[in-house]
């Protein structure tokens, strides 16, 4: 900024009101020519207000960079196709027995919550039940918590959140092709989506929040949503019949799946959890590399 000139602007602005001395037009126009000739049009010396915000457009690319947001976490790459497949003569293709599983229990149609508390048992009459073991135990009439009626066909597949307590997924068979979750303590349907076809078994992944759904005519795929949205991430397909059985590895990552084609087939659909890195020490013992003097 100008100082001397911003002065003189000042004073002779206060000089021309105590004095006002009335000029031409002729004089006037000459006098903004010669202004403009000699780059004397600064009146405006002062701005009593806050600059505009730079556009993002004309930000520098190292400032850019800066301000960009977190970057997202890379998106899993999920094999199309499954990584073993056994062959399984004479396998029961029957929608109602449940043949498959990772450990020593199998489940039918009948599954314990992780915390022992409820149970969740589907039927070939169309009904969920849900049962506490205190209300179970009691002198109760009905004994059950919740008699839930909401599907239209068989419910085999039922699965308890890992993450989540008190939600439970449950598929209904061919009539009814809905997954639906239930809120177990009060007895709600949170929300309920049309798979498109008959669905066989149900698992959740134990680290992330997706669900994996298995099924049967048209594709005999297994698909896998996104929680709680439920937008299809993959459709896995590979089995010639409904895949009626899947169980999960100890480790959360691999799923083996059989079906009535009589194979069994290891999906590694889950990807690998992340390994958790030792906390460090806090406050360490101050010079404890070097060796102490007896």
Same mark, same amino acid.
């Given at each position: ?12 602005? =206060? $000089?021309?009101?105590?004095? #006002?001395?009335?000029?031409? %037009?002729?004089? @006037? ?26 556009? *993002? ?12 947001? $977190?970057?997202?976490?890379? =998106?899993?790459?999920? %094999? ?37 508390? &409820? ?26 918590? +919740? ?16 993450? &989540? ?11 009814? =092709?809905?997954? $639906?979750?239930?809120?177990? +303590? ?6 309920? !989506? ?13 680290? @992330? ?11 005999? &795929? ?8 439920? !937008? ?15 169980? &999960?590895? #100890?480790?959360?990552?691999?799923? *083996?799946?059989?079906?009535?084609? @009589? ?9 690998? #959890? ?11 013992? #101050? ?8």
């Amino acid at each position: 900024m100008d100082f001397d000139y911003a002065h003189y602007m000042l004073m002779e602005a =206060r $000089k021309g009101k105590e004095n #006002p001395v009335a000029s031409s %037009p002729a004089k @006037e126009a000459n006098r903004k020519q010669l202004a403009e000739a000699l780059n004397l049009n600064r009146s405006r010396i002062l701005a009593f207000k806050n600059k505009p915000p730079i556009p *993002a457009e004309s930000l520098l690319p190292e400032t850019a960079s800066v301000q960009q947001a $977190k970057p997202t976490k890379p =998106r899993r790459s999920i %094999p199309q196709t499954s990584e073993r497949t056994l062959d399984a003569p004479e396998i029961i293709d029957d929608y109602y027995l449940n043949l498959l599983d990772w450990g020593s229990s199998n489940v039918l149609k009948q599954q314990w919550s992780a915390s022992g508390q &409820q149970l969740a048992s589907g039927g070939n009459d169309n009904l969920l039940h849900i049962w506490d073991r205190s209300v179970a135990s009691s002198n109760s009439p009905t004994q059950w918590l +919740h008699r839930l009626e909401d599907h239209t066909a068989a419910v085999k597949a039922l699965a308890w959140c890992p993450f &989540q307590a008190n939600l439970l997924a449950s598929g209904g068979g061919g009539g009814d =092709r809905c997954i $639906k979750f239930w809120n177990t +303590h009060t007895g709600a349907c949170l929300n309920s !989506v049309d798979a498109g076809s008959q669905v066989c078994s149900l698992l959740w992944n134990k680290n @992330e929040r997706q669900l994996l759904s298995s099924h049967g005519f048209t594709q005999n &795929q297994l698909t896998l949503w996104k929680y709680p949205s439920m !937008v299809k991430i993959a459709e896995l397909t590979g089995h010639t019949s409904r895949v009626l059985y899947m169980a &999960q590895s #100890p480790d959360g990552c691999t799923v *083996a799946s059989a079906a009535g084609d @009589e194979t069994l087939r290891f999906w590694n659909v889950f990807g690998t #959890p992340e390994l958790v890195k030792p906390a460090t020490k806090a406050n360490p013992e #101050p010079f404890a590399h070097f060796n102490r003097i007896r």
